[in-house]
Nanobody, 119 residues
Framework: QVQLVESGGGLVQAGGSLRVSCAAS????????MGWYRQAPGKQRELVAA???????DYAGSVKGRFTISRDDAKNTVFLQMNSLKPEDTAVYFC?????????????WGQGTQVTVSS
């Protein structure tokens, strides 16, 4: 059994910063790509940022230059540093990781953490 637990969300004023973290625990043999998605009310879930085991990153155009994704493989943890936050960044942020827990890799989701940016 694998669990992803996010932390670090909250309320911040526009222009501020937040850092969210996601730690994977359980029976883990290997972790492949890790990423962050977000879902605002009435909208579809969208990819925010992703990072491969080799450190290659990918960002949504709307956050490029403001958000930074990183990972600590020793702790099976992924981080998202969010700077210059805008009200349109308000959403529930979900962690996703592709993990080999048994014979196969499969995707796992965290429970989500609320990020609210006030104007």
């Amino acid at each position: 059994q694998v669990q992803l637990v996010e932390s670090g969300g909250g309320l911040v004023q526009a222009g501020g910063s937040l850092r969210v973290s996601c730690a994977a625990s359980g029976t883990i043999f290997s972790v492949d790509e890790m990423g962050w998605y977000r879902q605002a009310p009435g909208k579809q879930r969208e990819l925010v940022a992703a990072i491969t085991p080799g450190g290659v990153t990918d960002y949504a155009g709307s956050v490029k230059g403001r958000f930074t994704i990183s990972r600590d493989d020793a702790k099976n943890t992924v981080f998202l540093q969010m700077n210059s936050l805008k009200p349109e960044d308000t959403a529930v942020y979900f962690c996703h990781a592709v993990i080999k827990s048994t014979r196969y890799f499969r995707g796992y989701w965290g429970q989500g953490t609320q990020v609210t940016v006030s104007s």
